[in-house]
């Protein structure tokens, strides 16, 4: 079956500066790639997402490429903010059923 | 429409009893997702239904674990016998199947289970 990896667990950086959190996948028929940001105490909330036919998406400050050949997808966050600090998830859709298999998660802190 | 909601926020309960956890999805939501989260993971896939079907189900999840959801709207999740092992935060969402725009879940704030 799908599986995610993501790195770095853990990531630190002073406000303003940029965050970038990498992930690859195992099924090479995964079509479709969220993220999820999840604040302490509430369920992880969609931030973005990218199908298998686009090389990257933005919206706004933050921004998804996918390298299929390679089978990684990265998340980058520009001009980072307080409230950017959270877990980040990426995901991956494999072909079979309607599931999104989940990474391990990255716990970003961002310095005032 | 308020989101997903899940209920109860929290349960403690001892080894070797059952519990049920309640989810609403967003109304016009006919798909319903649970995850099963533990401290410092990615939530886990459990099982998911498109409308009152259940179409699959995670080859990880115990035959103690059954979740419902009978007219396609809310949908419980029942652990009968609990163990420790169970001890997490069960999570729910939901989605709108043939969005053009993705496939993206809502989630609810989930349901911390603890036993004792």
């Known amino acids: 079956g799908e599986n995610v990896e993501q790195h770095p667990s853990t990531l630190s950086v002073q406000e303003g500066d940029s965050a970038v959190i990498k992930c690859t996948y195992s099924?090479?028929?995964?079509?479709?790639f969220p993220w999820y940001k999840q604040e302490l105490g509430k369920g992880p909330q969609l931030i973005i997402d990218i199908r298998s036919n686009v090389g990257e998406k933005k919206d706004q400050r933050i921004a998804v490429t996918l390298n299929k050949t390679a089978k990684h997808f990265s998340l980058h966050i520009t001009e980072t903010q307080p409230e950017d600090s959270a877990v980040y998830f990426c995901?991956?859709?494999?072909?079979?059923?309607?599931?999104?298999?989940f990474g391990p998660g990255t716990s970003l802190s961002v310095i005032p | 429409d308020t989101g997903v909601s899940q209920d109860p926020r929290h349960k403690i309960t001892k080894r070797g009893q059952n519990v049920t956890f309640r989810c609403d999805p967003i109304?016009?939501?006919?798909?319903l997702y649970w995850y099963r989260q533990t401290l410092g993971q990615g939530p886990e896939f459990l099982t998911y239904f498109q409308n009152e079907a259940q179409l699959e189900k995670s080859r990880l999840l115990s035959d103690r674990f059954s979740a419902e959801r009978p007219k396609g709207s809310f949908s419980t999740l029942e652990i009968q016998r609990t163990e420790q092992g169970d001890s997490a935060m069960y999570l729910c969402a939901s989605s709108l199947s043939g969005r053009i725009q993705g496939y993206g879940y809502t989630f609810g704030s989930g349901t911390r289970l603890t036993v004792v």
């Open positions: 109304s016009e939501h006919n798909r």
């Open positions: 099924d090479s028929a995964s079509n479709y």
């Open positions: 995901a991956a859709r494999p072909p079979s059923g309607d599931k999104v298999i």
